[in-house]
């Protein structure tokens, strides 16, 4: 098997340890992207999902986050992005979810079976982040 980023080997690697296939994690990027994300910023990640006339800010363009960073994917930052949990102390209220938060609730609920519920949490938000690598242009 090719590992294409480091963020996939995190990814086999917790998976691996939590004795979860790989393969199922990594997998999940794309449908992940299409059931929780495309409505806000459009199925390619432009930012022109459904619903993104509701909102008060514009979803941002997923496809650009390393040109508008010096051309260096700025993966700590989406991660956290993502996640959401620090940045609602931080920043008062936001309009993207808090997937950190939902995801958590997701293990909560018990249809899950990976480890603990901070692996789960942060290896889910890889898949993802691994996913927006994927899209960015160049
Ligand atoms: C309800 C609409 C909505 C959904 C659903 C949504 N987002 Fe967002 N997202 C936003 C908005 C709006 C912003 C701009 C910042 C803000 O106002 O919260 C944003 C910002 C972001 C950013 C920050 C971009 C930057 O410039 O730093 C990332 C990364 C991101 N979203 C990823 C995702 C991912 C991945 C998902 C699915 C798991 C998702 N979003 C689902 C509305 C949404």
């Known amino acids: 098997m090719k590992i294409h980023s480091c963020a996939a080997a995190l990814a086999v690697a917790v998976a691996a340890s939590a004795g979860v296939r790989a393969a199922e994690i990594i997998g999940a990027g794309p449908a992940e992207f299409e059931s929780r994300c495309a409505v806000c910023h459009g199925l390619a990640g432009h ?3 459904p619903f993104a006339a509701l909102l008060l800010h514009p979803p941002a363009d997923l496809t650009r986050l390393s ?3 010096g051309g260096e994917f700025p993966a700590a930052r989406v991660r956290r992005m993502i996640d959401g949990r620090e940045a609602v102390a ?3 209220p936001r309009e ?10 997701e293990y909560q609920r018990g249809n ?3 480890g603990d519920p901070e ?14 690598r994927g899209l960015q242009v160049p």
């Open 67 to 69: 040109a508008d960073n």
């Open 47 to 49: 930012g022109d999902g």
């Open 96 to 105: 993207m979810p808090v997937w950190g938060r939902e995801l958590l609730i």
């Open 90 to 92: 931080s920043h008062g």
């Open 112 to 114: 899950v079976a990976i």
């Open 119 to 132: 692996t789960y949490v942060r290896t889910r938000i890889e898949a993802l982040v691994d996913y927006l």
